[in-house]
């Protein structure tokens, strides 16, 4: 606890100084000592409190250093027509979600491996090779349902949280909620947030979160107006890739999470059956995925 | 031409396998659906019908884990094929290929759509040997070699500009007859029957 009391202290005293550029060094002052002490307990208080809030400011831009790395990694795909494609029909099922107005944007990244995920604030990303394997535009919604449903629901904001345990973290969130991000200590929070969220993409949220993704993205997808089963369809064709096309039949049967998505999903066929006969919309679709070299 | 074999990765049973995945790639990609017929298989007994209709009348009854193809899909409904037939079956009573009547394995999911961001970097050992047959010939993509990816903001803002607005978006959803339905989540209390 010294150690922390201390690292609050010295990294107070550097905000303190660098929002005090005028400040006079020479010139020690008594009243400016006890300031900076008083923000420095303020800070730990805040710090000790278990429920620091990633504010929306916080959570756009660790997704957006999230981001950035991702594309530093696999580059965006050339086709434009496919990435504004995409992007409209992302914003149109975002729209339905229950944060519209976030700044939401669609990315596809050129690989042939099969996935999409989402990073906190409003990014999704794409593999070309996933949306080549898709059959139609409500089959690409469901898709984009489940990403905008982890965003939504703030999944990989709420596990950035929880495994925060670095004081530096909670600290650095602290400070950038209370100086929109300006200060060092609240850079250095964001980059420690960034980090957390890395391995989080790595390791994996909750099955409780994806589960929950797959409903809410399901009914995101049918209030958009298309047929929810367009998932449905995903979640099996995923789920016949994995025995398949891995050669390793055994080892991949022992792990069928599509089909556990599947039975999850399928206690919710009352509300999917009711809007089943939604549009599919195919013809679009196959013309932008066939376009594609 | 890799790229055709391993997008519809054909089941090794299939007879014409070389014959198939010829035609896949030639072709064109409105028909890829239809012709990445994986092997689903029943997961209950369920019936076979003449159309997507549960009062339609009952071509075939089918045991649990007959493995069926897909021919195509219309709402809850999937028209397959089994050996003999060909009709329609709730598509909610098919798994994808092998079903293990075992409980879930507990194993974390990712944060991936495909249960796996894991499999997407590469992963652990079972996404390893997974993610070699989807990720040949792409670079960056193993956890090593993200973490020493060097951040690009250029090319995020790259991605940015594409994004779409909402206005943008309804117009175009318009145009494909696509209308707003109200739908209540069956999984918050209060708004519909979570069962």
Redesign the interface.
Known sequence: MNRLISRVLFATLLVGSAIDAHAQFGNFNLNKLQDTLKKGSDVLKKTQDANVEMTEANEVETG??M??????????HGD?TL??YV??????VA??SSR?DL?????VLD????????VPGG?IFL?V??V??????SELAG?IG??IA?VMQRH?VKAIQASAKQDLLKMGLTEAADRSGKSALAKEGIKVAVSGG?D????????SD?F?AD??GA?LA??????P?GL??V???????????????L??????????R??EL??????????????Q????F??V??A?K | MFFCFRKFGLPVWHAGFARAVLFACIWPAFALNAIAQEPLTTNRATEMRSQPDDSASSLQSLSPQTKVQLVERKGAWSRVKTDSQTGWVRMMHLRGGITLDEPATTTGSSGGFLSGANRFFGGNKQGNMRAQSATLGVRGLSPEELKSASPNPQALATAKSFASTKADAEQFAKAANLSSAKVNDPGVAGTGGAK
């Open positions: 957006d250093g981001a950035a790395t991702f594309l530093g990694a696999v580059p965006l434009a990435q504004r992007n409209r029909v992302g914003r149109w729209s339905h519209p700044k939401w944007s669609f990315a690989t042939p491996t099969i996935n999409a995920f989402a990014t593999s090779g996933l080549k394997r898709l059959g139609s535009e898709v489940h990403e982890h990989h890395m989080i993409m790595a390791k994996g949220l909750d099955k994806e929950e409903r809410i009914v049918a209030r958009a107006g298309y047929d089963y449905v369809v979640l099996q064709m995923l789920a016949a890739l994995k025995t398949e096309e891995s050669g390793i039949s080892l991949m049967s022992t792990h069928p999470t599509p089909n556990d599947l039975t399928e206690k919710f066929s009352a509300t999917l059956d009711k809007y089943s006969s939604q549009p919309v195919e013809d679009r196959a013309k995925v066939a594609l």
